[in-house]
Nanobody, 131 residues
Framework: QVRLVESGGDSVQAGGSLRLSCAASPYTDSRKCMAWFRQAPGKEREGVAAIFNGFGSTFYADSVKGRFTISQNSAKNTVYLQMNSLKPEDTAMYYC????????????????????????WGQGTQVTVSS
């Protein structure tokens, strides 16, 4: 069983930046797809960004391309989401999720931003962007 813990959420003004972290324990060097999702009040959870740890391949939702960057620190079993040029519409609870397995690369490429299929989820961290 893998436990995911998000941190870094905060309240910022539009145009500001935040860096979210998601730490996984226990450590695993398995192939995995790691992703960030978000859910605003009254809306469905949506994929924001995903990364495959095998090659470092990254995938982004159109709404965040050019503003958000997903990255990983394999040694720390941690995935990050650097969020720049934040907008009020980025306000949401942000969750990280891991899918672990030999097919994680294909999963990340074809379904990485879908909410279904992930093995583990964190509890979320709140991001609030004011105008």
């Amino acid at each position: 069983q893998v436990r995911l813990v998000e941190s870094g959420g905060d309240s910022v003004q539009a145009g500001g930046s935040l860096r979210l972290s998601c730490a996984a324990s226990p450590y695993t060097d398995s192939r995995k797809c790691m992703a960030w999702f978000r859910q605003a009040p009254g809306k469905e959870r949506e994929g924001v960004a995903a990364i495959f740890n095998g090659f470092g391949s990254t995938f982004y939702a159109d709404s965040v391309k050019g503003r958000f960057t997903i990255s990983q620190n394999s040694a720390k079993n941690t995935v990050y989401l650097q969020m720049n040029s934040l907008k009020p519409e980025d306000t949401a609870m942000y969750y990280c999720a891991f899918e672990v397995g030999l097919n994680s690369g294909d999963f990340c490429r074809t379904r990485g931003l879908w909410t279904t299929g992930y093995d583990y989820w964190g509890q979320g961290t709140q991001v609030t962007v004011s105008s």
